[in-house]
């Protein structure tokens, strides 16, 4: 990464990203186009401009032209979370007179700055108020976690949902620390002692921005109804979900970051931990599948028309062609047979009149 890459991240982070954050809360109340929107970071940053060249004149500039630009931009992203967080609470752009009553405001805390000695230990400690991974003795760290809290201190101080400050700030603070432990108990078990307190401060203060963000976006939605009303809805209740469900979602991604985060977390702390992701079975190709029968379309049924009465034709009786008798076989003509007179005195044989005739009839038929 290059010098310039690094400085455009720093001036993402410190500068843009808090007034980026305001843009798109008013964007997500009144949908504006990407022209209006632009229009509306161009005046944020123009304010934090101002009000950091008005830090300038309370702090003692370095002499090189360099070291006083850089002290200018560091002062101008001082500046912008205070013009994003006027303009969050009121609505509105802020005008000169309030840029006057917060630069009087850290003119008291300059005053009392001169209370103590500014040597390299103070600047240590500072300058790890919102660095992770710093360690530092036990009284640091009470001091980074009173640190940490302090956007969610301002939430509540700006709109407790009719409840009193003190009260509401202490059990939201509570509510945090505690889901902070609870959160690194389950991503990372296997930390001990300094470990478990610094991964413990950096989850704090990813909690803290996101109870931040919904706490704004749902006084920004009870502001929306009328006054009359409002004392009917004012409720945690939708504040707390919509917390958790991005707090879920912060789960979920870093249980997939950290390997075997969601079996470890649940072994000791009894805690509902996410479920790992389920083993995909394997794929059967496309070829092998069958298609589902195709049914065919089901036509709406149709109305029948009532029966027409039918009348029943009377059909004659046919009858039948004459069949044509076949006509005998012609006779054979046969030449009669000559009566033969049988023997006299012959009467033993009935059959002898069929007998060969006698040769003298025979002789004298010839002849």
Not at 40 to 46: I, K, R
Not at 148 to 153: D, E, M, Q
Not at 252 to 263: C, D, E, K, R
Not at 320 to 340: D, F, G, H, N, Y
């Amino acid at each position: 990464m290059t010098q310039y890459s690094d400085y455009l991240l720093q001036v993402f982070e410190k500068l843009g990203t808090p007034l980026l954050a305001v843009a798109m809360e008013q964007s997500a109340q009144t949908p504006a186009t990407s022209v209006k929107e632009a229009e509306l970071m161009a005046s944020l940053l123009g304010k934090s401009t101002q009000l950091g060249l008005s830090l300038s004149e309370l702090v003692d500039m370095p002499a090189s032209p360099e070291d006083s630009d850089s002290a200018r931009l560091a002062l101008t992203a001082l500046a912008a979370p205070l013009v994003a967080n006027q303009y969050r609470v009121s609505g509105r752009m802020p005008e000169d007179q309030d840029l006057q009553k917060t630069l009087e405001a850290l003119k008291t805390v300059m005053t009392y700055s001169d209370n103590f000695s500014g040597t390299s230990q103070a600047v240590g400690r500072l300058e790890t108020l919102d660095k992770d991974g710093t360690g530092g003795d036990r009284t640091q760290q009470h001091v980074r976690y009173l640190y940490t809290l302090i956007p969610a201190v301002n939430s509540v101080m700006a709109f407790p949902f009719g409840q009193k400050e003190q009260k509401m700030a202490q059990e939201v603070t509570e509510r945090l620390v505690n889901r902070a432990r609870q959160m690194r108990e389950e991503i990372f078990p296997a930390l001990e002692g300094d470990q478990q307190s610094e991964a413990e401060l950096s989850l704090l203060r990813s909690l803290v921005m996101i109870y931040s963000q919904c706490h704004f976006a749902e006084m920004a939605k009870l502001m929306a109804v009328p006054e009359q009303n409002r004392m009917a809805a004012l409720s945690t209740d939708p504040l707390w979900e919509a917390f958790e469900n991005r707090v879920a979602m912060l789960e979920i991604v870093s249980t997939s970051l950290v390997p075997g985060a969601a079996s470890e977390g649940t072994a000791n702390t009894g805690t509902i931990s996410p479920s790992p992701v389920p083993q995909q079975m394997p794929q059967t190709p496309p070829s092998s599948v069958a298609a589902p029968p195709i049914m065919p379309p089901v036509a709406p049924p149709v109305e029948q028309a009532s029966p027409i009465p039918v009348t029943p034709q009377v059909t004659p009786p046919v009858t039948p062609p004459p069949v044509a008798s076949s006509a005998p076989p012609p006779a054979t003509e046969s030449v009669p047979a000559q009566p033969v007179t049988p023997a006299e005195g012959d009467n033993s044989n009935p059959m002898s009149f069929f007998s060969k005739p006698p040769a003298d009839a025979t002789d004298g038929t010839a002849s």
